[in-house]
């Protein structure tokens, strides 16, 4: 009897033993495969937000690459070395092309011509002559000039530059200047549209000594497109702009100040030289008034003047 009671109780032992095994293996599974799921979500994730950051940064990285490109600077190098930018330069074309254009109809000297000389002489307008006698040719007095004049190192120390109410006058004097003068009647029998034969001309004639001057004004012409306002011009549709453009020039050159006012909106053909003549102050205290790092102003931009 006793060996029957102890039988039944190991069978009952071995099978409880068997049933509990189950519920352990369950118990350890189970929390495994949630933390797989849950480390392979984060990775996910974050895999997700770091793309979206590069393509969010991305965008900020071209504009301003495009915005710098658009904001190259040069040095101009003729009576005086200038620093400018692209749109420094692209301000000065459209100022001056007008009259440049009237120029070509009235004398028969391309306008791109004109306008890279412009450039190149007076630094954009931005040059010492440009903004102290509206020189914009660099035309120095010759024999016979009785006009005003400014004494510039040049070649030699200083020497004598003409001197100008306004920037038309400069540019009319120079067309005079060039059709006035033999030693330049070659360049008139080339093509009005051949601007290269006209900038090696220039400098075959003595216009300037640097060797690399026919290169330079082609250059302008080429990069900013000079020889379409040539193709304007010998349209046979066109029609001059140019005396409203000189009288704009003028009138701009001459306009009275009110001394009341605290502030300037720069107008065309505006310079730091000539509003600081204007108010009566020094460039460097303009300059500081407004935190301008350079001297590069566009139209419409306002300046603090008292």
């Known amino acids: 009897m006793f060996k029957k009671i102890l039988l039944a109780f190991t069978i009952i032992s071995l099978i409880g033993c068997n049933a509990t095994k189950p519920v352990i ?25 770091s793309n979206t950051t590069k393509q969010i940064l991305s965008k900020p990285v071209k504009q301003q690459q495009q915005q710098q490109s658009n904001q190259e600077t040069e040095v101009i190098v003729s009576t005086s070395k200038t620093l400018v930018t692209n749109d420094v330069i ?26 890279a000389q412009g450039i190149l002489e007076s630094g954009a307008g931005r040059g010492d002559l440009a903004k102290n006698s509206n020189n914009h040719f660099g035309i120095k007095c010759h024999a016979g000039w009785t006009g005003e004049s400014v004494k510039h190192d040049d070649d030699a120390a200083q020497e004598c530059f003409r001197k100008y109410d306004n920037p038309s006058e400069s540019y009319k004097d120079h067309a005079l200047f060039l059709t006035g ?24 004639a003595g216009y300037a000594t640097d060797p690399k001057y026919p290169d330079k004004l082609i250059s302008y012409i080429e990069r900013y497109n000079l020889h379409e306002y040539d193709n304007q011009v010998l349209d046979v549709n066109y029609v001059s702009n140019e005396k409203q453009m000189v009288q ?16 300037y909106v720069v107008q065309k053909g505006d310079t730091l030289y000539s509003i600081s003549k204007k108010f009566e102050l020094r460039v460097e205290d303009l300059k500081q008034r407004n935190n301008l790092s350079d001297n590069a102003l566009s139209i419409g931009q306002k300046l603090v003047v008292k």
């Open 181 to 204: 003068r033999s030693r330049y009647a070659k360049l008139f029998g080339f093509s009005k549209g051949d601007y290269k034969a006209w900038a090696k001309g220039l400098r075959a």
């Open 25 to 49: 293996v369950t118990s350890k599974k189970a929390p495994l495969k949630q933390r797989t799921e849950i480390v392979q979500t984060t990775k996910k994730t974050a895999a997700i937000r």
């Open 248 to 263: 704009e020039l003028t009138i701009e050159s001459k306009k009275p100040i009110d001394q009341g006012l605290t502030s």
């Open 90 to 115: 692209k301000t000065y074309i459209y100022q001056f092309k007008d009259i440049a254009m009237g120029n070509m109809k009235n004398y028969g000297i391309p306008a791109s011509i004109i306008l």
